[in-house]
């Protein structure tokens, strides 16, 4: 299977030198062919808690983990503290 890693690059904006396209190219052929391999499960996995098959962790909230700023400096385009999008509907 040929990937394009310099789609996915743009697609994920993300830069990759020339130099390292091989590399990425032969590590996610292997990550798709690993995938591709693993075997089918027939039914239900089995949780660690048997007793309780349905116990989950406790939810916590995470706050103020990162500050506006920071998240709004990955963004392609910020206009008066906001995302600007393209125009969807008219």
Do not use: W, Y
Not at 5 to 16: D, E, F, V
Request: charged residues 40%; negative net charge.
């Amino acid at each position: 299977m040929k990937i394009d890693i310099k789609h996915i690059a743009k697609l994920s904006r993300l830069k990759i030198e020339d130099d390292k396209l091989e590399k990425f190219e032969k590590d996610m052929e292997t990550i798709v062919n690993m995938v591709d391999n693993m075997p089918d499960v027939d039914g239900p996995l089995t949780l660690l808690d048997e007793e309780n098959p349905m116990a989950l962790r406790e939810d916590r909230a995470v706050t103020d983990k990162f500050k506006r700023e920071e998240l709004l400096a990955n963004a392609p385009e910020v206009q008066a503290g906001c995302l600007v999008v393209p125009k969807t509907v008219e």
